[in-house]
């Protein structure tokens, strides 16, 4: 390991903290994707963190995954490369919860089945269903527009997603969302 | 050059003014229904389009445009997609960016892109869910394909009274939080009831403080069933009275008050402005407190009919021209009603869009940051910033857009 990657490891502890880091060979290899290992897994605890993650990745040029439940990273074309899997799965709280607005906004790295938990005392539910939807996070819903068979019903309604907030590897602070 | 595309001009934002001048592109010529699909319930129109004529042409065969704005007789789809147009209705079935399956788009560099289609899944970046409510910045819409709905086995409209706007505020909550979804839930103020009553005939409850027009929609049965929870959600929370329309004469007299409101308020005043800022739900109790108190605070009447049951306020902040005092107070009111929506987590425009009318206040909702990425989106469809300048995106020199609208002499607010 070059002296520059050390560097950016010790970086990426210095922001999340070392038990929020991995870059051994046994982890480093279960999080392969299409056979490609990154050089670092970084679990963020919070925006501010994640934004800090990111700001260093586009500084030292890394190629970033972000990585929710894991479920459909095979999905497409194999990554050309991957430095960084970025796992979201540290960012999980519910933001806010109003029932009666019809509304929750959470983190993306809640799983739909821990969101179901919250809903489903108000009597409320997300539509969405792709297969194997429990252990699935709302982030990576999101982000490959996963659906399932209820589509059929619920697609003329209104959208289930009404707004997001998102990091940009250039930016550190996300900005206001829209919700309506 | 400047571009400015223009539909049927209704919209209520300026959207279709001309403040640098230059060149206004007309579409209302390009009329035509391409194509019907009723297998996938979908067709396709050409923007120019009167959005009640595609209705129209599909009711036959018991299909229907969702998106009903108020100027559905006259405004045109093209239109409608610029501002991503809501309307009474767009509780239950969404606004217009919900019923856009895909447009042909000529962007500002002249390329013809088409984004979107009737198929589902498309793969890549949702261009067209950026596109729809771009208001002209990306391009002209040459080609709609819109999704087509079929029409509910039965309907209900029920008219309720109250003595207090709160406890009709209140009433709107609970009726949603008791997991109906009416197709429609709109409330009128007392000013505006007695505005209606006089300009329209339409026999609103004279000693009403507020009135909950409450439609409903979908199989009997279920429609049966919602209205009783309905009505007696409004019995339980103080309701004067409840009114179940008997026949489709009786639907159309209650909501032709409704859809008469913004001409009946000339009784009132001669002019006015037109809020169309959003709150959450849950906080129109405490907003129309703050209305209420804001008015008073100014020394101006406010009269209000508004799409509740999303929380979309339309507040008609009433003044009279030939005064310039009072419009000054009538500018004051709007700007703190507006400020006060987004302290408690709303929007600046509900549905009828930015334009030039509140271009300025995009910086109270969206953060530097969020704005920066707006631009750039503009720029990727029109580097230039030829296409409608001066609406929708404040201007702003440090992203060399290189454009400074001058301020035309009407009133901020005061399109009507």
């Known amino acids: 390991m070059s002296v520059a990657a050390r560097s950016i490891g010790e970086a990426f502890v210095a922001i999340a903290g070392r038990d ?71 960012l999980d709280q519910v933001i806010e919860y109003n029932p009666d607005d019809l509304t929750i906004t959470v983190q993306a790295g809640i799983t739909a089945g ?39 019903d619920t697609a003329p309604r209104a959208t289930c997603c009404s707004g997001c907030a998102s990091c940009r590897p250039t930016a550190s602070q996300p900005g206001a969302d829209r919700r309506s | 050059m400047p571009i400015v595309p223009r539909g049927s001009g209704t919209g209520l934002i300026g959207g279709a003014m001309a403040p640098l001048g230059g060149v206004m592109i007309g579409t209302n010529r390009m009329d035509d229904i391409l194509e019907v699909d009723y297998p996938n319930r979908c067709a396709t129109v050409q923007p120019g389009l009167i959005n009640l004529a595609l209705t129209r042409a599909v009711a036959s065969r018991g299909y229907f445009f969702a998106p009903d704005p108020s100027s559905q007789m006259v405004s045109s789809i093209g239109g409608n997609v610029a501002t991503n147009a809501g309307g009474p209705h767009c509780l239950k079935y969404g606004i217009t960016t919900n019923h856009i399956l895909g447009i042909e788009l ?16 498309r793969p890549g970046y949702d261009l067209l869910g950026a596109a729809v409510g771009s208001e002209g910045t990306f391009g ?25 706007i709160e406890d009709a505020s209140e009433a709107v909550s609970a009726i949603i939080a008791a997991g109906i979804v009416p197709a429609a ?112 605070r100014h020394r101006v009447q406010i009269a209000n009919v508004f799409h509740a049951g999303d929380g979309n306020l339309h507040p008609l902040i009433l003044y009279d021209d030939r005064e310039p005092a009072q419009l000054e107070r009538a500018k004051a009111a709007n700007e703190e009603l507006l400020r006060a929506c987004i302290e408690m987590g709303g929007t600046v425009t509900g549905e009828h869009g930015v334009g030039m009318d509140k271009a300025k206040n995009l910086p109270l909702q969206y953060a530097e940051a969020d704005l920066n990425f707006m631009y750039r989106l503009r720029r990727a469809f029109d580097p230039d910033s030829i296409m409608n300048p001066g609406k929708l995106l404040p201007s702003h020199p440090a992203c060399g857009e290189g454009f400074r609208p001058a301020r035309p002499h009407v009133p901020a607010g005061a399109w009507i």
């Open chain 1, 20 to 90: 929020r880091v991995r870059d051994d060979a046994d982890s480093l290899a279960a999080a392969a994707i299409d056979g490609l290992e990154p050089r670092w897994i970084v679990r963020p605890a919070s925006i501010d963190q994640l934004g800090r993650v990111l700001a260093l990745a586009c500084d030292g040029r890394l190629a970033v995954i972000p990585r929710g439940a894991g479920t459909s990273l095979q999905l497409g074309n194999p990554p050309a490369r991957v430095d960084v899997v970025l796992d979201l799965a540290g």
């Open chain 1, 114 to 152: 821990a969101l179901g938990a919250v809903l489903a005392p108000h009597r409320q539910w997300l539509t969405l269903d792709p297969p194997g939807v429990a252990a699935r996070t709302i982030g990576g819903i999101a982000a490959t527009n996963a659906s399932g068979p209820l589509r059929a």
């Open chain 2, 106 to 121: 000529v962007t500002g560099t002249g390329e013809l892109v088409r984004l979107g289609g009737k198929a589902a899944d």
């Open chain 2, 140 to 164: 002209i819409v040459t080609a709609v394909t819109v999704r087509l709905l079929h029409a509910a086995e039965a309907v209900k409209t029920i008219l309720a009274s109250f003595t207090a």
């Open chain 2, 185 to 296: 839930l709109e409330m009128l103020d007392e000013l505006m009831i007695r505005a209606i009553n006089e300009g329209t005939g339409a026999g609103y409850p004279k000693d009403a403080a507020a009135v909950l027009l409450i439609e409903l929609d979908g199989p009997s049965a279920e429609v049966e069933a919602q209205g009783e929870r309905a009505a007696r959600i409004c019995w339980e929370r103080g309701a004067l009275e409840v009114r179940v329309a008997a026949d489709v004469a009786e639907r159309a007299l209650l909501w032709k008050g409704r859809k008469e409101a913004a001409g009946a308020v000339g009784r009132l005043a001669p002019t006015y402005l037109l809020q169309d800022a959003v709150v959450p739900r849950s906080k129109l109790p405490a907003i129309m407190r703050e209305l209420i108190a804001i008015g008073a």
